[in-house]
C-alpha cells in the first residue's frame, strides 16, 4: 500500500521522459526521411557544364532523354546517357524556356527542394521548441515536488508491513516463554475482539516491552503481528522529534488516522524514551517543548480510541525509569511486558533458532555453546552463530563444526585474537605467570565459578586471558562467592610479585573490578553488619537494563565513607594475602603449568588438571 504511493510520481515521471524520448525518435526519422538523396546528387557530378541555350537546342532537336530542374540547377540526360548541366535564371519557367512542348518525348521534371527541405529548414526551431516545454515541465514538476516534500513535512514516517508481509510467528522465537504468554493475549485480542467486549472487558491499548538490548522486543512485536494477521506500523521514537515544534504531533495524528483506517493493526514505537521522557524538565536532558508536545498528542490519541477500536500500540525501551508517568498510567500502556537475557534453556533454544538455515556438522553440541554463553542476549547469540559460519567458510568446510562455535564464542565475548601484537620474551613470561595465578586461585576457591580456558594470546586489549564459567544461571551471590571471586581477581598481581618481586600495569583492570565488588558488598548488599549495618549508602541513578551506573548520589555522612573505604582495603587486603597463599603453597605447580602454557599459548581445563592434580597426587 505504501510502496504504490511512493512509486506513482516516479512512474509519471518515466512516462513523460518515454514521450520526450519518442517524438525526439520521430522527429529525427523526419529529419532522415525529408533529407536530401545525396546519392542522385553523385550521378550529376560527371555532367558537363553548358549554356542554358545548349539544353534548349537538345530539347528542340529531341536529343534528349529527361531534363530535371532542382531550383537553378537544370540537369539534362542525352539519349547516349550521358549528363550536362546549366543555370537558370530564379524568374525563368519551363514555358519561358520553351520545355512545354506536348509533342517533345522529353521528360521535363521539376525538383521543389524549397518545399521539400522546409522542414528540415525549421527542424531546428522545433527542436528547440520542444525542449523548451520539457525544461518547463521539469520546473513546474520540480516545484510541485518541493512543495508536496513541504506539505508532508508533518505526515507520518512509519513503515507499514502489509499483514501478507510479516510471516514472524512464535515458532520462530525461542526463549522469554512468560513474555509470549503475554503477548498471546494481545494475539487473541486482535483476532477475537468481540469475545471480551461482550463480556464487558476493555482490549488493552498499549503494552511496554522493557528488557536489555538485544532481547528481541521488536521481533516480538512483529511476532505478535505475524501472528494475528494484522497489518503493522512500525517507527522509532526518534522520527517524532524536529527542530521545528508541532511537527512531531502531526506525524503522530497521521500515524494515528492512518492506523484506524487499517484497523485492526498494531503500531510499534521502538525506542519511546526518545520521546516519552518526563515533561517539565524532570528525568534526564531537561525539558524540550517539541518533544512534550509530541509525548501530549501520543496520550491524547491513545485516550481518543473508541471502545471499538482494534489497534493496539506498543513499544520498547530500555529505560523504563526515564518514561513519563502518564505514559505508564492504566488506560494507556496497560501492560509491561518485561524480557529478561535468556537462561540456558533459553540460549539453546535460541542457537537452535538461528542454526536452522546453516549447515551443520554431527559434532556440534549447542548445549555446550549455551554453557558458555552466560549474560548474552538474543542478538549476540544470532551473532555467534554468524560468526562461526563465517569461520567454516573460511577454513573451506562444507558445514559448521563445533570449533567454529566455540572461536565465534572467544571472538564475540572476549575480542578477536592479534597475533600480531609481539610481546618481548619477559612481557610474554610476565603475562602467562598472571593468567596463570588467576587459574590456580580461582581454581582452589570453592565458590569461584569452575575454570574454562587460559590463554596468552592477545584479545582485544587483553595481553591475556583466563576464562571462568559458571555451571548453571546464577540469580543470587553469597559473600562468600564475592570474596572468591576478589581473590581470583587478585590472584594475577600475587603471581607477578611472588615471581618477580615487582608488580606491574596488568592487573590494573583486576583491581577496578575487585575494588567494585568489595564496594558494593558495602554500600549494596549490606555485608559489613558490624561497622556499617545493614544499610544501603548512595542512591543509584543507573538503570539495570543500561546495565551501568550513571552516578551516585552521596546521602552519607563522612563518617560512613571513612567507614567503606576502610571495608574496602580491609577485604581487598585480605584476600590478596590469601592469594598469594594459595600460590606460595603450589609454587612448583605453578612453574610447571608456566611452562606448559607458555609452550601450548592457549590451555584447556583438562590440560590444567592433568598438571596440577596430577602433581598434587
Known amino acids: 500500500m505504501a510502496s504504490s504511493r511512493f512509486l506513482a510520481p516516479r512512474k509519471r515521471q518515466n512516462q513523460l521522459f518515454t514521450a520526450l524520448l519518442l517524438l525526439f525518435l520521430v522527429l529525427s526519422s523526419v529529419y532522415y526521411i525529408t533529407a536530401p538523396d545525396r546519392s542522385a546528387d553523385q550521378k550529376y557530378e560527371s555532367a558537363k557544364e553548358v ?57 521535363v521534371q521539376i525538383d521543389n527542394i524549397e518545399v521539400k527541405n522546409f522542414f528540415k529548414a525549421h527542424l531546428g526551431d522545433l527542436l528547440f521548441f520542444v525542449m523548451l516545454i520539457a525544461l518547463g515541465m521539469w520546473v513546474f514538476r520540480s516545484i510541485a515536488r518541493s512543495q508536496s516534500t513541504a506539505l508532508s513535512f508533518g505526515k507520518s514516517r512509519a513503515r507499514i508491513a502489509d499483514a501478507s508481509e510479516v510471516k514472524t510467528t512464535f515458532k520462530d522465537v525461542a526463549g522469554c516463554d512468560e513474555a509470549k504468554n503475554d503477548l498471546r493475549e494481545i494475539v487473541d485480542f486482535l483476532k477475537n475482539p468481540k469475545k471480551y467486549t461482550t463480556i464487558g472487558a476493555k482490549i488493552p491499548r498499549g503494552a511496554l516491552l522493557v528488557g536489555a538490548p538485544g532481547t528481541g522486543k521488536t521481533l516480538l512485536a512483529r511476532t505478535v503481528a505475524g501472528e494475528a494477521g494484522v497489518p503493522f506500523f512500525s517507527i522509532s521514537g526518534s522520527e517524532f522529534v524536529e527542530m521545528f515544534v508541532g511537527v512531531g504531533a502531526s506525524r503522530v495524528r497521521d500515524l494515528f488516522l492512518k492506523a484506524k483506517r487499517n484497523a485492526p493493526c498494531i503500531i510499534f514505537i521502538d525506542e519511546i524514551d526518545a520521546v516519552g521522557r518526563q515533561r517539565g524538565g ?84 549447542l548445549e555446550v555453546i549455551a554453557r558458555q554463553t552466560v549474560g ?86 587483553a595481553l591475556g586471558v583466563t576464562w571462568f564459567l559458571p555451571k548453571e544461571d546464577q540469580y543470587t551471590t553469597t559473600k562468600q562467592k564475592f570474596l572468591d571471586e576478589i581473590c581470583g581477581l587478585l590472584g594475577g598481581r600475587a603471581a607477578e610479585q611472588l615471581t618477580f618481586g615487582e608488580i606491574t600495569t596488568g592487573a590494573s583492570n583486576d583491581i577496578e573490578r575487585a575494588s567494585m565488588i568489595a564496594r558494593n558488598m558495602a554500600m549494596r548488599y549490606g555485608m559489613d553488619e558490624e561497622e556499617l549495618g545493614i544499610v544501603a549508602y548512595g542512591e543509584k541513578q543507573g538503570s539495570p537494563f543500561l546495565g551501568v551506573d550513571l552516578g551516585l548520589t552521596r546521602n552519607y555522612s563522612e563518617e560512613a565513607a571513612k567507614k567503606i573505604d576502610a571495608f574496602v582495603r580491609r577485604v581487598i587486603g585480605e584476600q590478596y594475602e590469601r592469594a598469594k597463599g594459595y600460590l606460595t603453597a603450589n609454587k612448583a605447580k605453578l612453574e610447571l603449568l608456566v611452562t606448559k602454557l607458555m609452550e601450548v599459548e592457549t590451555m584447556s581445563l583438562e590440560e590444567f588438571l592433568e598438571i596440577f592434580e596430577g602433581k598434587e597426587g
Not at 532523354?65 to 537558370?88: D, L, W
Not at 496497560?334 to 538461528?354: C, S
Not at 612481557?427 to 598472571?434: D, F, G, I
Request: glycine fraction near 8%; proline fraction near 3%; hydrophobic fraction near 35%.
Open 282 to 365: 524532570a528525568g534526564f536532558g531537561g525539558g524540550h517543548d517539541e518533544r512534550e508536545q509530541t509525548l501530549n498528542q501520543i496520550l491524547t490519541e491513545m485516550d481518543g480510541f473508541d471502545k471499538d477500536t482494534n489497534i493496539i500500540v506498543m513499544a520498547a525501551t530500555n529505560r523504563p525509569d526515564v518514561l513519563d508517568s502518564a505514559l505508564l498510567r492504566p488506560g494507556r500502556f496497560d501492560r509491561r511486558i518485561f524480557i529478561d537475557k535468556p537462561d540456558l534453556k533459553a540460549r539453546e533454544q535460541i542457537l537452535q533458532v538461528h542454526a536452522r538455515n546453516k549447515k551443520m556438522g554431527r559434532d556440534t553440541d
Open 51 to 107: 549554356p542554358i541555350s545548349t539544353i534548349t537546342k537538345a530539347y528542340e532537336q529531341r536529343q534528349l532523354q529527361e531534363i530535371i530542374v532542382r531550383g537553378s540547377n537544370v540537369y539534362a540526360q542525352y539519349q547516349s546517357g550521358s549528363y550536362i548541366q546549366s543555370y537558370k535564371e530564379v524568374g525563368d519557367s519551363v514555358a519561358t524556356l520553351g520545355w512545354n512542348d506536348a509533342k517533345n518525348p522529353t521528360a
Open 376 to 461: 548474552l542476549a538474543g542478538a549476540d547469540l544470532e551473532n555467534i552463530m554468524n560468526e562461526a559460519a563465517i569461520f567454516a567458510a573460511k577454513r573451506g568446510v562444507k558445514s559448521v563444526q563445533q570449533q567454529d562455535i566455540v572461536d565465534a564464542v572467544e571472538k564475540v565475548t572476549l575480542g578477536s585474537e592479534k597475533r600480531s601484537r609481539k610481546l618481548t620474551d619477559k612481557e610474554k613470561s610476565v603475562t602467562a605467570y598472571h593468567e596463570m595465578g588467576h587459574a590456580i586461585v580461582g581454581h582452589l576457591c570453592k565458590e569461584s565459578d569452575p575454570l574454562h580456558k587460559i590463554s596468552i594470546v592477545s584479545r582485544g586489549f
